[in-house]
């Protein structure tokens, strides 16, 4: 089932041209949870060498997009999200997990931590939180 | 002078690998307006043919960081914003245009409109609200 | 016709318990436009003698809520809001003014500046973006 | 040294008149942490017998700054934060839950929890993100 759910929201990532350009990965898909995650390019960076934030803005978006229509159904929009940037994006790659906070059946509000993974560990790089909605809602 | 400036501002976006990716143009640039420029190319959009949500938001997120810096320098940092999506973006180009709402020595509040440009005109497709601080502030 | 929006709005003003206790005046309200406005009373300070940032986001989103019912009908929700605060807010009023940038059926993307008037004339202290939705959608 | 802290904030409270117009009530107070709390009384209804939005916002603000303030400084002002309302908020009291989720010297990232409190139990009602500035940064 879990697996079922996983594969069906990869075939749905890879769906999408701008994603597959930017080789985005799902890592996980759940009622509730999804994790997103790209991998730090060069061709990615902003002037000082970090990720852009509209990378982080774009993993958002589509984080929170995977979770609400992980319980809403596969038809769904964003509606509005708002980011807060937290630190430099700094490192190899960038993973955004998202959970739902509360859902009706029209639409849920889910909430998403993007970390940048180096090294030494991870780091809590920015934080968003938006409205997915089913679509022709 | 006005010159001078949109050159610069040029000279930043082209320093910035992911905006290079993209193709992103900058249109416009004076003090406290920024206008920048994305074609919709085929590998820009989501499975509906649509620009995708994380593309708007990434020209967001840079249209608000260059006025921002229009104001108060070039070393500047998004430090959040909000995006709402009003409707779907079709056509074969996405416009931002940004302009500051208010400004101090340290931060500015500025506000973008995203048009999607089609055959027959235009439709505004996204609006944000976000700030932009100076570098180590 | 206009006139009786306009009384037909501040009807459901002094219909809210909370609006009557704070003095709220509705100012303007046709399809698109709302105004509403606060005498800025001792008890509605905070510690350093400005009107609380509380008071501004009630105002905010009451005024959100009655833009977006003047195009969506009676019955709306705030569904959200964000509310970005300029520079500190003196005077002997406020006034929030909001107009509708986008709306559906459903729902409608709304806009509201906040001014606080004093005797040499008016600042803008706040500026809110949020989305009003019919109730039961 | 944590009484200390909660008495110290339970000081500032009660010189911010407009919380005591509404007799908000400091629950908790550490580094980090701040709960805030206000019995719902009718006069804090809006039309439909609920909590007014305007309220609850009011409520996600002060919470936010408190807390933001428990790891800046006394002196802090809310720059901008976004709410989301979840459901109705009906009961006899709303309480909210803040935390910090990331702060530096001179700015701190919150998040708020606002919960109705009712006879069976309590419901999330409300969720808010928002950033606390040190004054005059």
Redesign the interface.
Known sequence: MENDLLEYGRA?LA???????LGTQLLTFTAGRAELAIELK??????HGLA????L??????AL?FVGGSVLGADV???????????PARGHRVVARAHV??AST??A?C?CELFAMHDKGEN?VA?A?G?IIKRG?
Request: hydrophobic share 40%; proline share 4%.
């Open positions: 749905v769906s999408q041209p701008f994603s597959v350009l060069p061709e990615f960076l902003q002037q852009h934030g509209g990378l803005s774009y993993l958002a978006d589509n997009a929009l964003t509606s509005e999200f708002k980011i807060n940037y937290l630190r906070i509360s029209r639409q509000i909430q809590l934080i939180l409205t809602s």
